[in-house]
């Protein structure tokens, strides 16, 4: 049986019917009006569309795009193209759920890393050096990393990568927060062993169309084409259109990001002054979409959190679910109307 993901059930269930989000971290649905364009049933132009928008939009090789099922559907793709059942993979820690329950479930022998509130979330190359053993054949980290938002230096997963190299093992980075910090940039440039997996659904508001992708070294996308084969089946034309439409119309919908984001980090950075017992470790970007914040008290704070819901309408997502109890994710996507009130009413919820 696949393993389940206790934040996703929580998630689906709690996040309905929500007057005063800041648990979502991706920005709200943008409109088909937005993607400029129609697409059709048998379109059999959109895949080579798709994989050269992303190409021109990441500066990669047409040859390294694979399309996939949103960016869960990109890792579970090259877990399975690269990585065989009993190799070893090494996840970042916290991490989001998924980049574990995906490994466990295709066989591979998951191990952690930290990366600790000491050193601010930063991506450490000694400790994942120490963590190495022999069988491991892939290191696994989130850019921006999910659940605090922290980048990882250039410098550091370069030190990664190396580190992968001479064992023939791989890099792969989750960047679907990316856009935020370095808008049309991958990490899949940084070395060639990196595998990068994204999508157009946090950073662009098209979550309805699960529209991701994998960019890869060429010599392995056969092998994630013969994993679709046998498994999700090829992507319809339809979609892959949508999605180059999506692609193609990127900075149309980064601008309406940057309207959406405007000014909202800095209230949330002055109600956090305002509020002597949380702190964070701040999001490099003014527009970052999170940030992890714990609590001076080392209390979990789930239960306060889905009261908070019930009588305030106000929800951060619990540390809990991210290996922290003490702390929430604290999303920033929510209309900018309500900022000031759900931050408030958050306040006094985790008091
Ligand atoms: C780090 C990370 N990766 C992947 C996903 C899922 O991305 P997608 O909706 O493109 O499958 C999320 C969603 O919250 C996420 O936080």
């Known amino acids: 049986m696949y393993p389940t993901s206790p934040y996703l059930a929580w998630a689906e269930q709690m996040y309905r019917d929500l007057p005063f989000d800041l648990a979502t971290s991706g920005i709200p649905s943008a409109s088909m009006a937005d993607l400029d364009g129609e697409a059709t049933l048998d379109d059999r132009d959109a895949l080579p569309a798709l994989r050269e928008a992303l190409a021109r939009r990441y500066k990669v090789s047409a040859a390294e795009v694979v399309p996939a099922q949103g960016t869960s559907g990109a890792l579970f793709l090259a877990y399975a193209a690269l990585l065989s059942s009993g190799d070893g993979i090494l996840i970042e820690e916290p991490a989001y759920p998924p980049l574990v329950l995906a490994a466990e479930a295709l066989g591979l022998r998951v191990k952690r890393f930290p990366r600790t509130t000491e050193q601010n979330y930063a991506l450490d190359p000694w400790i994942i ?16 990393h999910n659940p605090t938002g922290v980048a990882a230096s250039h410098e550091s997963l370069r030190a990664v990568a190396a580190l992968m190299a001479p064992r023939g093992g791989f890099l792969i980075v989750d960047e679907v927060y990316h856009e935020v910090l ?8 940084l070395a060639n062993n990196i595998v990068a997996l994204s999508s157009l ?3 662009f508001g098209l979550g309805f ?3 991701g992708w994998l960019l890869l070294p060429p010599e392995h996308v056969p092998a994630v084409w013969e994993v679709i084969r046998t498994t999700v089946g090829h992507p319809a ?8 439409r999506g692609v193609t119309n990127a900075e149309t919908l980064a601008k309406r990001r940057k309207r959406l984001m405007a000014g909202k ?10 509020e002597e017992h949380l702190e964070w470790a701040a999001p490099p970007h003014a527009d970052s979409l999170f940030g992890f914040v714990r609590h001076a008290r080392p209390e979990n704070l789930r239960a306060k959190l889905e009261q908070g819901r019930v009588d305030q309408g106000v929800l951060a997502v619990p540390g809990e679910f991210f290996g922290d109890p003490s702390g929430f994710r604290l999303g920033m996507t929510l209309p900018s109307a309500k900022l000031d009130t759900a931050l408030r009413r958050l306040g006094q919820v985790v008091r």
């Open 237 to 244: 034309p339809v979609l892959l259109r949508l999605a180059e």
């Open 129 to 144: 050096a120490r963590a190495l053993d022999k069988g491991i054949r892939a290191v696994v980290v989130s850019q921006l």
């Open 201 to 203: 659904t946090k950073c």
């Open 182 to 189: 370095k808008p049309r940039r991958t990490t899949r440039v």
């Open 209 to 211: 169309l699960r529209a």
């Open 265 to 274: 980090r800095a209230r949330v950075d002055a109600w956090l002054a305002s």
